[in-house]
């Protein structure tokens, strides 16, 4: 049903899906970038659904709770207090631990708007859980997302997140004007 569901999505928005290296995507942090729309899950989601991978996402907390929050679980939302304390980058490579397969998207940047520096959160969960960094990505200029290669992360932040940025620098968000390249 997901599948189905997926492909008619995508071919009613116009929208294609890309995949390489999809083995190892399979247990790895995925950055989702750009971030700058509502549209940006919907699209995501439908993308993986297609190639039968199943993700898990982080979310505002308010979003799984309550009565849509089943709904948000089932596309798998993991809700995140981001007001409270808490060590989630340890919660999220236990998670890691206990999966054969599991692939967490986090927007690096945090929100839809403009940020001036990308968070290191996913940087630190795949450090922690020794999986690689996936690149995950909508490009809304050429109506394509899916998961671009990775990463496995060396000695040297500025070393991984120059390829990181490399990567990305071409991809264009839905707003243009909320997504910055200058990502550290």
Known sequence: MKKGLAKFVLWISGWKSEATDLDTAKKSVMIAAPHTSNWDLIYMVAIFWQHNITVKFFIKDVYTKGIHGGFFRWLGGIGINRKQAGNQVETAANLFQKEEELIIIIPPEGTR????????????????????????????????????????????????????????????????????????
């Open 113 to 184: 708007k403009r940020v001036e520096k990308w968070k290191k959160g996913f940087y630190y969960i795949a450090q922690k859980a020794n999986v690689p960094v996936s690149f995950g990505y909508l490009d809304y200029k050429e109506k394509i997302g899916g998961v671009g290669g990775y990463i496995n992360l060396s000695d040297s932040f500025e070393n991984d997140m120059d390829k990181i940025k490399e990567f990305y620098k071409t991809k264009t968000g839905k707003f243009p004007k909320d997504y910055n390249t200058e990502i550290y």
